[in-house]
């Protein structure tokens, strides 16, 4: 399984901090939730770096099988509109009864939450979608997952003491995501189009490591029948 | 361009992903089901049925619907 080059590590990397900031940085400053102080930035920085390997295990997880095998498989079949947003679309789907039913949502309601979390999560896809066939790799976007629910969750999260319409924006289920990851979504969607990457032909791009790994199992199986 | 219509390869990707989708619905469905049966808190073996821990079985359950679609 090949890392994918530095920049898209980078991309992985930078993003979330960047769209978070983004949704965060002006609720703090109009005053629509409080940036909780420098002393619980550290406290919450330190402590996410400390849980973002739990973090990468549980992306690992999910990523070996939506970028994994959802994206290249798709990017065989279909155009680039389709692999751009039917991952993110899926994606969001599967997370409905946790929010419908397991108390996974912040205390918006079901409606407003469901919407504005779909939105986030089919832009995002469509970065994901993007990371994956450019890079040639899932590392990038297992990199990226992890790091936006440790930087998401564990100190963007932390940091902001919340008012009354603070959760209606920020979190995973607020406004402000749903509208920066619409606008990263549509960016990468583009660059999708334009770049032809989810044209490339799987064999040398899209390859998972699954598959690569079924192969030899296979392979093993007739050497050893 | 997506492969050509009477490519086989073509076939074998829509047949991976209908596995792939097939499986990752029915792995969530007994998860959901496991954690409407079973309370949290429940102690399997060494193990503690947590939300937490839930989730996590939850998202390893796609990579193993991938796994198994891609064998």
Redesign the interface.
């Known amino acids: 399984m090949k890392a994918g080059a530095p920049k898209y590590m980078f991309f992985a990397l930078a993003l979330p901090i960047a769209y978070g900031a983004a949704v965060y940085v002006p609720v703090w400053v109009f005053q629509l939730g409080w940036f909780a102080g420098a002393p619980m930035l550290w406290a919450a920085t330190l402590s996410a770096v400390l849980r973002l390997p739990l973090h990468l295990f549980?992306?690992?997880?999910?990523?070996?099988?939506?970028r994994?095998?959802?994206v290249p498989?798709?990017?065989?079949?279909?155009?680039a509109r389709y692999v751009a947003f039917v991952p993110g679309t899926?994606w969001a789907l599967?997370h409905y009864?946790?929010i419908l039913?397991?108390?996974y949502n912040v205390g918006t309601p079901f409606l407003f939450a469901l919407i504005c979390f779909s939105i986030s999560l089919i832009g995002q896809g469509a970065f994901l979608s993007w990371l994956r066939l450019a890079s040639g790799s899932i590392w990038p976007a297992i990199v990226f997952h992890g790091v936006h629910n440790s930087v998401i969750l564990g100190i963007f999260d932390r940091v902001t003491a919340p008012g009354a319409l603070t959760v209606y924006i920020t979190t995973e289920f607020g406004v402000g995501f749903s509208i920066v990851s619409a606008l990263v979504g549509y960016l990468f969607w583009s660059k999708l189009r334009s770049s032809g990457a989810a044209?490339a032909k799987?064999t040398h791009a899209c390859q998972?490591h699954?598959?690569n790994?079924?192969q030899v199992?296979k392979a093993r199986k007739t050497l050893d029948g | 361009m997506p492969l050509a219509a009477g490519d086989p390869e073509r076939g074998r990707a829509r047949a991976k992903i209908a596995i792939f989708l097939a499986l990752v619905a029915a792995f969530a469905g007994i998860l959901d089901l496991l954690r409407v049966l079973v309370p949290f808190g429940t102690t399997l073996s060494i193990l503690t049925w947590t939300p937490r821990f839930a989730d996590a079985l939850a998202m390893w359950s796609v990579g193993l619907a991938g796994f198994i679609a891609s064998s």
Do not use: Q, T
């Open positions: 549980v992306a690992v997880g999910e990523e070996l099988g939506w994994g095998v959802l498989n798709l990017a065989r079949i279909a155009d899926i599967w009864p946790d039913l397991f108390d044209n799987p998972s699954l598959e790994g079924a199992l």
